[in-house]
């Protein structure tokens, strides 16, 4: 079965900074997706970004970005000039493929954004 | 265009109790699954339903059992409440045929007492 690991509990930024969420998975599959969302305290789980493995250009989406290893398991997520509005639960997550099979999610990071 | 709605926002039960929840998947998606999130832990999968079948299981009792409608809405229902089924309770829905990413609604909170 396949396992996410988020190692940090809890992390914190400075506004404007940069942080980096670490995130590792366990797979013996080579086809699957890797996801990143955000949990405010609104409950609402959001997506952030979203990383096929068989492309091997690191998924962006304005401020956020990956650092996709395939073969050490590891897919971190980076958000650059933090705002208030990034603090939240940040879950990594894996998908298997084909079709749609469930989201296998980590522990969470809490992250706090300090002004 | 809606996104994903869940009803009821809140609940509270007792132990023994039975309990509803529902679930309206986002226009354009046919596939609906089910996670339980307990406080400070991720999400687990509980079911997921396409085609008014349930597809696929995660491990949780037959308490819990689940309905999908024509209209591709969903229902879930835990049987004889324990205690420990007090979680954040999310519908997600997808397109099965797109292979397309799963979108959350806002949750129940259900607490048993």
């Known amino acids: 079965a396949q396992t996410v690991t988020q190692s940090q509990p809890e992390m914190s930024v400075q506004e404007a900074e940069t942080v980096t969420l670490s995130c590792t998975y366990d797979t013996s599959e080579s086809d699957y997706y890797l996801f990143w969302y955000k949990q405010p305290p609104s409950r609402q789980m959001i997506l952030v970004i979203r990383q096929e493995a068989y492309k091997q250009q690191n998924a962006t989406e304005n401020r956020f970005s990956v650092n996709f290893q395939k073969a050490a398991k590891s897919f971190s997520l980076k958000i650059s000039d933090s705002q208030l509005g990034d603090a939240a639960m940040y879950f990594c997550?894996?998908?298997?493929?084909?079709?749609?099979?469930?989201?296998?999610f980590g522990k969470g990071t809490r992250l706090s954004v300090i002004a | 265009d809606a996104g994903v709605t869940q009803s009821p926002t809140h609940l509270i039960k007792t132990r023994g109790q039975q309990v509803t929840l529902r679930c309206s998947p986002k226009s354009g998606h046919d596939t609906v699954s089910w996670y339980q999130q307990a406080l400070g832990q991720g999400p687990q999968f509980i079911f997921q339903?396409?085609?008014?079948?349930?597809?696929q299981r995660g491990n949780f009792p037959d308490r819990f059992s689940g309905h999908q409608f024509p209209n591709y809405s969903s229902e879930l229902n835990v049987n004889a409440l324990l205690l420990g089924d007090s979680a954040l309770y999310l519908c997600a829905s997808s397109a099965l045929q797109r292979e397309e990413t799963q979108y959350f609604g806002p949750g129940t909170r259900l607490l048993v007492l």
């Open positions: 339903y396409y085609e008014e079948e349930e597809r």
């Open positions: 997550a894996y998908r298997s493929l084909p079709g749609n099979t469930p989201l296998v």
